[in-house]
């Protein structure tokens, strides 16, 4: 008798936690297996190709995704979205183009904070970075924009000084802008529902 309800309160909590527990799928994961183009649009920073890189190494460790820089293949020049577009399909048979833009990228200049207490001292500056991430996915073969969205990201770099009965104790690195909106761009990818 006590083997019988035993396994029936294990069958309810198995029940219970398979309909209870089912995970969402992200975007990208969605597509797993499939081949598509990554291009990435910022404001007027010069650290696009860096950022794209970074991404694009991100998305494919982290999802079965075969992600390519159409920009890197091809000529050198300007070009439109469109030909970005027919070139992701016709040259190199793509059927997916996800398109990143960062904007409204802020970098805060680094801000002292000063702390007194009883027996310590602390000193902090720190610099921030905030920004928008805008995603685009669209089907090549078709033309349709089958995913689009924005969120927010934002990073935070501090250095510190703390004197105090213990001693004092320096936590210094220099400050870098890049890694601050690199390290926001992920927060805002982080936050979005392509992951």
Do not use: W
Not at 118 to 133: G, N
């Amino acid at each position: 008798m006590r083997k019988c309800i035993l396994g029936i309160l294990l069958l309810i909590l198995t029940l219970f936690l398979a309909t209870g527990c089912e995970v969402e799928e992200g975007i990208l994961q969605q597509f797993a297996g499939e081949r598509f183009g990554l291009i990435m649009e910022t404001d007027p920073y010069t650290y696009e190709r860096s950022l794209e890189t970074r991404l694009i190494n991100y998305i494919r460790k982290r999802f079965d995704l075969q992600v390519i820089n159409p920009k890197l293949l091809m000529d050198d020049g300007q070009y439109t979205s469109r030909m970005v577009e027919d070139f992701c399909r016709d040259e190199l048979g793509l059927d997916l183009l996800l398109t990143i833009k960062l904007t409204d990228i802020i970098v805060n200049e680094p801000k002292p904070n000063l702390e007194i207490r009883p027996h310590r001292v602390a000193v902090e500056v720190s610099a921030s970075c905030s920004l928008t991430l805008i995603y685009t996915l669209r089907d090549l073969s078709t033309d349709q924009i089958l995913y689009f969205g924005q969120s927010n990201g934002s990073s935070k770099a501090t250095n510190k000084v703390k004197a105090s009965e213990g001693g004092v104790h320096f936590d210094f690195k220099e400050f870098d802008p890049y890694e601050l909106i690199e390290d926001a761009m992920f927060d805002a990818l982080r936050n979005s529902e392509l992951l």
